[in-house]
């Protein structure tokens, strides 16, 4: 007996956050520096590579969230992509939270958006361009710089975290 489903003539959205769930998507905290000179950051799994020549990645953020107004004139910012042990700081910026930074350790890169430490990557974007798509708006900046570690990601499935366990020959499970 299959477990595939047919697809419905009428798309409910529980039904279609159910079926994006399924998609295992990486974890990043995008941050960058708001006018007053604080910091501002999410947790997102909307990232993704768009090109590799010139360097796009896009993302998306809510449009009620509050930090669209910082993004949205923000010059640059940063994707931070989380390692297997920060599951507390993607809780932490998913939540309201009075500082999100407060103990967190990070630097700041050469345009002045965190890069948290411990992270498995870290990419530095000048904004290119947004698009407004449905209740969300679609950022697409051009990765001016990166850097990356040798590391466990933190993994976003099913609606919830997960972590990639070493296989025991010394690969990755599959």
Same mark, same amino acid.
């Given at each position: 007996?299959?477990?595939?489903?047919?697809?419905?003539?009428?798309?409910?959205?529980?039904?279609?956050?159910?079926?994006?769930?399924?998609?295992?998507?990486g974890?990043? =905290? =995008?941050?960058?520096?708001?006018?007053? +000179?604080?910091?501002?950051?999410?947790?997102? +799994?909307?990232?993704?590579?768009?090109?590799?020549?010139?360097?796009?990645?896009?993302?998306?953020?809510?449009?009620?969230?509050?930090s669209?107004?910082?993004?949205?004139?923000?010059?640059?910012?940063?994707? +931070?992509?989380?390692a297997?042990?920060?599951?507390?700081?993607?809780?932490?910026?998913?939540?309201?939270?009075?500082?999100?930074?407060? &103990?967190?350790?990070?630097?700041?890169?050469?345009?002045?958006?965190?890069?948290?430490?411990?992270?498995?990557?870290?990419?530095?974007?000048?904004?290119?361009?947004?698009?407004?798509? &449905?209740?969300?708006?679609?950022?697409?900046?051009?990765?001016?710089?990166?850097?990356?570690?040798?590391?466990?990601?933190?993994?976003?499935?099913?609606?919830?975290?997960?972590?990639?366990?070493?296989?025991?020959?010394?690969?990755?499970?599959?």
């Open positions: 007996m299959s477990t595939e489903r047919a697809p419905q003539p009428s798309l409910h959205e529980q039904q279609f956050r159910e079926a994006l769930a399924q998609f295992a998507t974890v990043t =905290i =995008i941050t960058t520096r708001w006018r007053d +000179n604080s910091f501002v950051g999410f947790t997102a +799994n909307s990232f993704n590579s768009v090109s590799l020549e010139p360097p796009l990645v896009t993302w998306s953020l809510g449009l009620r969230s509050r669209l107004a910082a993004f949205e004139s923000a010059e640059r910012y940063a994707v +931070n992509v989380l297997h042990d920060q599951i507390e700081l993607a809780r932490r910026f998913s939540r309201p939270h009075a500082d999100r930074f407060a &103990g967190v350790a990070f630097r700041l890169g050469h345009a002045g958006a965190p890069l948290i430490e411990g992270c498995v990557a870290w990419l530095e974007c000048r904004h290119q361009a947004l698009h407004p798509a &449905g209740d969300h708006m679609l950022f697409i900046g051009q990765v001016e710089t990166c850097a990356y570690r040798q590391v466990e990601p933190l993994v976003w499935h099913g609606g919830r975290y997960h972590l990639r366990r070493p296989h025991p020959q010394g690969g990755q499970e599959p």
